[in-house]
């Protein structure tokens, strides 16, 4: 296991620093549009195993235009309001005019429309982030600092790991872990500071390394 995420980390990490500095913002839209679609795909997958049947096809293409969208705009509150507006509108009239019994479409249309507000959203406000002032350099830090933390947390839980953080969900998730992701990430949010965003200083560093951490750990 820890093999393969050495490798794995050594393939993926250039290549999306690749995209993400070097290619044309076009490019990175179009990673985000098929990460968010495998995610829903993912997250849809996982409903049907408990019968609910969420609109995938609607979800898809609405999770798509929203990425879109943002690569067209960037971070905008508008756009932002309208998109959450649109989609949960599209969901509920699609829904509305399947030939599917009544039973059950509060769950189909809350299932659709958390893929797409939690997962093609979220990958949209990256490609939001990516257009706007220092993007690259905001995007390269998230990724890195969120990296050490699963790297971190998976190399001093295996080897001190003993206090569960929260077993019945995941079980191999240590509290010494955690600590372990939290130091990895602050020690990479510094490196990041000196590399790629000088004028950040450092205190604003180590605390955002802390919750990207945090974060991503929940």
């Known amino acids: 296991m820890s093999g393969t995420r050495v490798v794995t980390s050594i393939v993926l990490i250039p290549l999306l620093f690749i995209v993400v500095w070097f290619l044309p913002p076009a490019y990175f839209a179009g990673l985000a549009v098929i990460a968010a679609v495998l995610g829903q795909y993912e997250l849809y997958g996982m409903a049907k195993t408990r019968g609910i049947k969420p609109l995938d096809t609607v979800g898809f293409l609405l999770g798509a235009a929203i990425v879109l969208e943002f690569s067209r705009t960037g971070i905008n509150r ?21 030939r599917r019994a009544v039973e059950g479409a509060f769950e189909d249309v809350a299932v659709t429309l958390l893929g797409i507000l939690y997962v093609a959203l979220l ?8 257009q706007g002032r220092q993007g690259k350099e905001w995007l390269m830090f998230m990724y890195l600092v969120i990296w050490a933390s699963d790297t971190g947390a998976y190399y001093v839980g295996s080897a001190f790991g003993k206090h569960r ?18 130091a990895a ?17 450092w205190g604003t560093a180590i605390l955002l390394g802390t919750v990207l951490a945090i974060a991503g750990t929940v």
């Not at 953080?165 to 939290?182: D, Q, R, T």
């Not at 990430?185 to 200083?201: G, I, Q, R, T, Y």
């Open 78 to 98: 508008l756009g932002f309001d309208l998109a959450l507006t649109c989609a949960v509108l599209v969901v509920l009239t699609a829904r509305l005019f399947l």
């Open 123 to 130: 990958f949209g406000s990256q490609v939001g982030i990516h």
């Open 165 to 182: 953080l929260y077993e019945k969900i995941s079980p191999k998730k240590s509290i010494e872990g955690l600590i372990g992701g939290i």
């Open 185 to 201: 990430s602050m020690l990479v949010a510094v490196l990041c500071k000196l590399w790629l965003l000088e004028n950040l200083d």
